[in-house]
């Protein structure tokens, strides 16, 4: 390939890249040279000055050459050879740049250091006039506090400024002039200072002229802009204008942005006129003269207080400038303020100015739009076009907020009278816009402003006035070309009409016609690729000075502060230079625009005015892709043949050597080809300054760096058609009035979409485009490659533009485009043609169409070829090979995955396009109506049976059977209906069956089965082979385009389980269900989700189509307007086990379910505290009723016996007659007021039924029987305080029969009773009064609670019975233990699964302690204590946790207890219940652990310690009987289950020892008030047991007579540590570790061995249980005394807590005198 030869240049030199040339412009000196002393060195980047340059070489060097007059040893004339600046050495210097006479150099920490003329601080070192050495430059922000330096990534120099972008993307200025752009009238500026003026923006890139400065914006998005703005953010003026004409009010919306524009005096001085172009004799150029000018501003409208009634006029006073090039203007001067006399109007109610100044301005409006061009002395402002957008059409027709419309409308009512106002109020303004916008179409501003000069050159005005003439509608007084406003669209006016009457009917059935939807043509923000990809969406912003055009404001003026050219803000500008007096600016579609000063030609164009930007006269097909410019010249660099870049060259031509200083006055009239610069070899990057030009070029080693620009060139190629095709095509289609009727609706949206994405692939191309124009200008590391690092957003985008073609075809889409098409080309399809790169002018619109939308497409296979191509450059084992070629075959697979979907698209459209035929041969009806259902955009035809190859078996005779598969069904076509199933949830496979033929398919759907025949052997395998890929296809979804790759494997059938969705419509129970989860064989197995039309939903586990396993089912109840919640488990579509059901009624259920019943052990909550009826059941269910034993807890029930009275008393009154009594009415019983009452008993149908306990809050306790929810039968009632009735009951708390009355005295009454209690008793018996000697016989017959209650084994029955059924066991102790351990596997496993996303079970100790448990311990053999110990340690492991069947079943009980216990259950009465039924739960518990360790011995055995103890005194203090040790169910079960169970236990235990605790605690704070020694004494310790001497924080004191609490200490912390532990057996062996600590302090005194007798040692135990101030001691030692094992009872620990009850005993009965 030519391209990839080496040149001669090439050939010379060693270098491989960066080689630099120098050439001085165009003619004799334009030869390129390499510099004198360079060498080898590979060269990064350079920078041009007026007479020098800057080099940055590989390893961070910066090289200078030319004339370098700032310094001492330099003389000004002397041309200087290459220099290294030292000061910069070991810095990693990245980016150089090079102003007129100074330079600056970024460091890679972002720091900036400047050197070379300074006389307007453009070094920003103050003091100095010339800067000889690189000097550092502090850049701080301070806003920040403290201010923070800021780190630079670019430098751009003039000639008296520099300015530094930031990592941030924020501006920084320092220098002199206006074109600085700061707020600051201070000149010079030393300390560098932020462009307030573009903050907030994103600047990408800046550039500097000699007085005038550039930077590329990026374009803030929609949502970015500022919202209902009335008034321009930069000069405040209002952004909408009115004029009154006749019975219309014209409001345009063409304001012109001054923007801080400098005015001159009114004296006119005229510039000097430039030498004449010359270029050949017989063409030259029109003079460019310079203007200065003046300006008249308008008043601002909106004033409401007051309203100018003459022109303000401001002028900034702007002192006359040197005219020789390169000379430095003075300072502006401040502004003047304003003159001119104000005239003041009375406040108004209205916000609206005075009708009178509005009609003044007004006309002054329609003067000035009337103006001619003999206007000389006032202007306006030169107004700046904005052109259309060329990526959104059609475009809104007005930007301005709707407040702003609003008020201009309304104040226009007043001026033209009531008709607009009633206009206004009968219409929207968003309706007037709509009425008097013609067919939506690109809008651009409307200029009404004079010309930018004084006094305009005669020709130039006789120029515009003709302009104007040809163009009657679009006149204007701008500079600016009209034609090219022509051109781009529409002046932006709106005209409101008096009456609605005069609206047009033309007008106003358009606005009825029906229209194409607006489609954006530029990609939205925020998409994958902007966060990689540069943007295009670009303003360039220009300030400074302007009286060369250099701005590009369409005039001459400065401007003070940056101001958007508004032109170029929808080219998508991506490179801006800056020459000494012209700017130059790249797209991404390869064009440059240029204006400024023109005198040699610089701007590659002879047009004129040259002060708005104009495209270069580039030649035809040239693509441009980097730019530079100097003095009086520009450089273009091109692609070339063969991929190898051109340089084109504009400006003046050198006619003699660089040394003499004549110029010359010829120029380029255009770009002219630089054939010299051909021979450098691959050129990356351009630059100029001065009149010198420099090209960095690179070797093309191996083919690489020609591989490289083969890829950018055809990149950029791509994106120019790609943009033609937009511009041409795509726009004028979408711009018909009647596109979208004559589409219909489907294929209008088609369109839009692929208008959209053929946008959004465009932009995608042009950013690609500039990010290897990047990379072509740096290091070239094949890694750093877009295509490399983000290949899926490149083959992303090309796939979805491939669907939505392929989308369009098939619905006919371009068929149906074709007429329109031909309108518009007025049916010359030459364009349609070109564009198509068909020659063929025979083939019709409809093909050239579908050929030119295909184009794109077959730009992978470019993408693969040229990817291959960079690969051979590497070796094969490299990573950059391979990742090289993986690329490339990704990009090749696409392609012909995406050539195979269009053939599919075209396949399909035939079809359709034949298929009334088809369809009319199988079915007599429905034809059109079948045709619409099935014809869907995305749906693709595989393959179809009107060949009779397959048919349905056993079809009858006379029938019809008509098979065709899509890509995403397969649908059965009958006689008169038709049946549609979803390749999703459809499964085939060969059948074989005798009865059947050997060529039958079975065909599984969600609700059907049938079997297929086909004609033959090869059509089954073509079927089967067809369907499964389609199957295969449908549910990956997005299908793997590498798997039909070559050495892929395809797969031979689809998952027989898979995720679909499906909506049901057969089966009763799921019809218009849609299901979406797991699927197996047509059915839901696995996880899913199922919904009902009524709002019924199912979550959770399926097997075999029914909900099986844990799910979540809610259902909404239309009447509470509330949903019916269940989560739990279900077997065989049933909610079968444990779940939680939440009632709409507010109602919670949670507990065991069977056949959707509440079946088992469960808790039911009713209603909330603040609700009517809040109650709380937990017990036994049956067939969704209340069974067997249960606690129903009623917070607000209050029978009338619970009035609690003022004062507890009892009274009676006898009948006094001679006979006994027959009846004794008593009244004002206790009135113990429940407030809310709990039941503890049997259940029978949802009543009460059975024994039980009924306890309420003020202290009522029953038990007896209950029948049909009453109290009836026998029965024990107990008021607060203590009065007791024993007897017949016959409904709740009615007294109905024989019993006996006790009273809290000991008298009692015996007889027959009637009555409420409470509220009157009927007593008809007789009164007994004890006396003294009968004491102890009363006594023994007092009350003894608990015999009428229920069993504690008969408690909670149906919880133990869930446990024994996880284990697999039908009955208590019937089962089979290893099946046991393995459903506690299978539980546990399927437990972590539904938990996992629990936090309660995260945490890594958790998982761990799961994971131990999923281990069998293995127990053979008798019980040694080890057996023992791993018996112990994995009940501890089990109960914590409750997904183990053992920790489910404690953490029930410790629910129920809590609930029986706890609130109105606290209850002293109910303390034995409670503790008999702890002692049930360790039996019960017992028998389950005895079942899965068999060689468990039963409770009372012996193990033997011998051989046991592994860790030393640790089992002897747990053991301390060393010769065996009693297994219990106490002992080894209770340390588990009581410290859960504790605190309602103590509670009980403290109430029931309140009265005797009271005793106590008075007694021990009285003794405790007496000193040390006068306790021990009043004591009766013998005083050898007195200490003399104690140990105090460290040091030895003797014990006085007045110490206090320092005797015995360490065993008084001893004893306090009982009430911190919870079992017997911890609080006994602190019991036993006190009475050690006693005897230990007791051996330390007496100094001799010492035997213990219980004389000695009681008074001083004594001593320290009352030092120890233990609270509650009752308590602990009655739960000690019930809850201890019965093996110790009799032992040494025994004995010592026979000694501290009697100590406990002791104090209550101490006299303290």
Partial sequence: MAGQDSSPKEEESPQERGILQVWMGYGISGIPEQLPGLGGKVVLQAALGTEHGVLLTEGGDVYSFGRFPWRPDCEASQWAVLTLEQALAGLQVVSVAAGSHHSGAVTEDGAVYMWGENSSCQCAVQGQSQVPT?????????????????????????????????????????????????????????????????????????????????????????????????????????????????????????????????????????????????????????????????????????????????????????????????????????????????????????????????????????????????????????????????????????????????????????????????????????????????????????????????????????????????????????????????????????????????????????????????????????????????????????????????????????????????????????????????????????????????????????????????????????????????????????DGEFFQPNVYYSGQQVLQEAGNTDRGHTYTQQPVLHSVCSKLGYINSLFAGGRMCLALADRNIMGYIASLHELASSERRFHCKLSDVKNQILKPLLGLDNLASTLGPTSSQLLQDTASKFSKLCYLIGQHCVTLNMFLHSSKDVKTLAMMEHSNIFLDTFKEYSSSVGNFVVVGGFQALAKPTVEIFNRNLHTLQQLSELTDESVPAADLLHTLFYIPIRHLHDYARVLLKLATCFEVVSKEYHKLQEVSCRCEALGLYLKKKQKEAEYTYNFWKTFPGKMTAFLTRHVSSVSDSLRKPERRLICESSNRGLTLQHAGRFSINWFILFNDALVHAQFSTHHIFPLVTLWVEPHFDENSSPNALKITTAEDQFILTAASPQEKTKWLRAINQAVDQALSGAPDILASGPGSVTRAEPPISRTATYTFYKEPRLKEATYEGRWLAGKPHGKGMLRWPDGRTYSGDFKNGLEDGYGEYIIPSKALKKNDHYQGHWKEGKMHGHGIYKYATGEVYEGCFQDNMRHGHGLLRSGKLTSSCPSMFIGQWAQDKKMGYGVFDDITRTPAITRPPPARRVGWSWPWTSQAPSSVQLRDQPEGGTGGEKYMGMWLDDVRHGNGVVVTQFGLYYEGAFSNNKMVGYGILLSEDDTSFEGEFSDDWILNGKGILTMLNGDYFEGTFSGEWGAGIKVAGTYFKPNLYECDREKARMLKLGKLAVHPDEKWKAVFDECWSQLGCESPGQGDVPRAWDNIAVCLTTSRRQHKDSPDFRSRSHAQTLESLEIIPQIDGPITLDKYETIRKYLIKACDTPLHPLGNLLETLVAVYRMTYVGVGANRRLLQQAVNEIKSYLTRIFQLVRFLFPDLPDGGSLIPVAHSRKEGGSAERDFPDHGSKVITSCGLLLPVLLPRLYPPLFTLYALDNEREEDIYWECVLRLNKQPDLSLLGFLGVQQKFWPVFVSIQGEKKKVQSFTKEVCYDSAIENLQQISTTFTPADKLNVIQQTFEEITQEVLTMLQEDFLWSMDDLFPVFLYVVLRARIRNLGSEVHLIEDLMDPSVQHGEQGIMFTTLKACYYQIQHEKLT
């Fill in 134 to 638: 690189p000097t550092l430059v502090t850049i701080s922000d301070p806003e920040t506090s403290p201010p923070e330096l800021t780190r630079t990534v670019q430098l751009a120099c003039g000639e008296q400024h520099t300015l530094a972008l930031s990592s941030r993307r924020e501006v920084w200025a320092w220098g002199s002039g206006c074109q600085l752009g700061l707020v600051t009238t201070t000149f010079p500026v030393a300390k560098p200072q932020k462009l307030e003026h573009l903050a907030g923006r994103v600047v990408m890139q800046i550039a500097c002229g000699a007085h005038h400065s550039l930077a590329l914006v990026q374009r803030p998005w929609p949502h970015e802009k500022r919202q209902n703005s009335e008034k321009c953010h930069h000069c405040h003026q209002l952004l909408l204008t009115m004029m009154d004409k006749e019975d219309h009010v014209i409001i345009s919306d063409s304001h012109y942005c001054p923007l801080g524009m400098v005015l001159s005096d009114s004296e006119h001085k005229h510039s000097s006129p430039n030498p004449n172009l010359q270029g050949s004799p017989s063409e030259s150029l029109p003079h460019n003269h310079v203007m200065e000018a003046r300006s008249t501003e308008l008043p601002h409208l909106g004033q409401p207080e007051h309203f100018p009634n003459t022109a303000d006029n401001t002028e900034l006073a702007q002192r006359p400038g040197k005219a020789e090039e390169g000379d430095s203007p003075d300072s502006p001067s401040s502004p003047l303020e304003p003159s001119g006399a104000v005239n003041k109007v009375r406040p108004r109610s209205s916000q609206y100015p005075d009708e009178e100044a509005v009609k003044e301005y007004l006309r002054k409006l329609s003067d000035i739009s009337q103006l001619d061009s003999s206007l000389k002395s006032a202007h306006l402002v030169c107004p700046q076009p904005l052109p259309a957008s060329e990526d959104t059409y059609p475009a809104s027709p007005s930007s301005a907020a709707p407040s702003t419309f609003n008020t201009l409308v309304v104040s226009c009512a007043s001026v033209v009278g009531e008709r607009v106002a009633a206009t206004y109020e009968a219409l929207s303004l968003r309706k007037v816009v709509n009425y008097y916008y013609p067919s939506p179409s690109t809008v651009v501003t409307c200029t009404s402003s004079p010309a930018s000069g004084g006094m305009h050159h005669k020709e130039t005005r006789e120029e515009l006035m003709r302009m104007e003439e040809s163009m009657p509608d679009k006149k204007s007084f701008s500079l600016q070309d009209i034609r090219e406003q022509g051109s781009e669209g529409m002046c932006r006016r709106l005209s409101l009409p008096g009456l609605l009457s005069q609206v047009s009917p033309r007008l106003l059935r358009k606005a009825r016609r029906a229209r194409i939807s607006s489609v954006s043509l530029t990609p939205t923000p925020g998409g994958e690729a902007d966060a990689y990809l540069p943007s295009l969406q670009t303003e360039l912003w220009s300030w400074g000075r302007g009286k060369e055009g250099q701005l590009g404001h369409g005039d001459v003026l400065p401007r003070l502060q940056p101001l958007c050219i508004k032109s170029l803000s929808s080219k998508e500008v991506v490179q801006v230079a800056a020459g000494a007096y012209h700017s130059l600016a790249l797209t991404a579609r390869s064009q440059v625009y240029s204006w400024g000063r023109n005198t040699y030609g610089q701007l590659g164009h002879a047009e004129s005015p040259t002060v708005m930007p104009r495209l270069a006269k580039i030649p035809e097909g040239v693509r441009v892709w980097d730019v530079a410019a100097g003095q009086e010249h520009s450089l273009f660099l091109a």
